[in-house]
């Protein structure tokens, strides 16, 4: 069962692959962005995932978590989403 912690790091994450998404069109012209975790790690901070945790992590070592999940997301080919799948991730590792 999810913790209301996990899950409001599952929203947050939800809301940052929105707005990365519009990002990648918009800013990018629909390039991939291949620097997408620093970007992920920076809106996550700026919107609220940092009073998630005490000390919130910062945004190089959030960013090298979420690019290290994301890997393991694709390896285990889980049916959870991204967001349910990397937020109790993210509680563990900070």
Same mark, same amino acid.
């Given at each position: 069962m999810s913790s209301e =912690?996990?899950?409001r790091i599952a929203s947050l994450l939800t809301?940052?692959?929105s707005a990365h998404h519009k990002y990648e069109q918009e800013e990018l012209n629909g390039e991939y #962005?291949? #620097?997408w975790p620093q970007w992920y790690a920076a809106w996550l901070l700026e919107n609220? %995932?940092?009073s998630a945790f005490t000390p919130p992590p910062g945004q190089? $070592? %959030?960013?090298e $978590? %979420?690019?290290s999940i994301s890997a393991e997301h694709k390896e285990t080919d889980s049916e959870?989403?991204?967001s349910e799948f990397?937020?109790? =991730? %993210?509680l563990a590792a900070f």
């Open positions: =912690r996990e899950n809301a940052a692959g #962005d291949k #620097d609220g %995932l940092a190089l $070592a %959030l960013a $978590a %979420l690019e959870q989403s991204w990397s937020a109790p =991730r %993210l």
